[in-house]
């Protein structure tokens, strides 16, 4: 089948991964693959359905918790029980630095969850690609020193 065909690559990456390769996860994994904004399951379904691809709700949901327990696709909690997912590509991070000891602790960029969030409920898409930046605070144990001398 020509299908098959267009997604060679997604097919390896999945076998890859050892993950079951099925028409539903081949076209899902596509979708989100060659989308640049986060989607959620209703509009998954949908463009499944543009591709005459018969795949219900709870197969899309089902691989969308496979791929995200294999971490291939990030969820994003937009509130009210409403979801968006996206490919996982490259990590950003932050550091968090101690004003007292200056421990450093690395953390993951929330800001791609803000981003959808923001989207989700007012439209608007930020343009600037990255916020580089490293946040100042105190760590715990500094804290704890602190309030044990008061």
């Known amino acids: 089948m020509k299908i098959w065909g267009e997604f060679m690559d997604v097919e390896k990456y999945l ?3 050892r993950i079951k390769v099925t028409k539903a996860r081949l076209n899902i994994l596509d979708i989100l693959s060659k ?3 986060a989607i ?3 509009n998954l379904f949908e463009k499944c359905r543009e591709r005459n691809i018969n795949v219900d709700l709870s197969t899309i949901y089902r691989s969308l918790e496979l791929f995200e327990n294999k971490k291939i ?3 994003f909690d937009l509130g009210e029980n409403k979801y968006s997912y996206a490919i996982m590509r490259k990590k950003h991070k932050h550091i968090l630095e101690c004003k ?3 421990k450093e602790v690395e953390i993951d960029c929330p800001m791609q969850q803000i981003e959808e969030i923001i989207k989700s409920k007012t439209g608007f898409v930020f343009e600037d690609e990255e916020l580089d930046f490293k946040l100042n605070g105190i760590c715990a144990d500094c804290r ?3 309030s044990s001398k008061n």
């Open 40 to 42: 959620t399951v209703d």
């Open 100 to 102: 007292i000891c200056h």
């Open 35 to 37: 989308s640049e904004n």
């Open 144 to 146: 704890k020193r602190k």
């Open 15 to 17: 076998r890859k991964r």
């Open 73 to 75: 696709v990030r969820k």
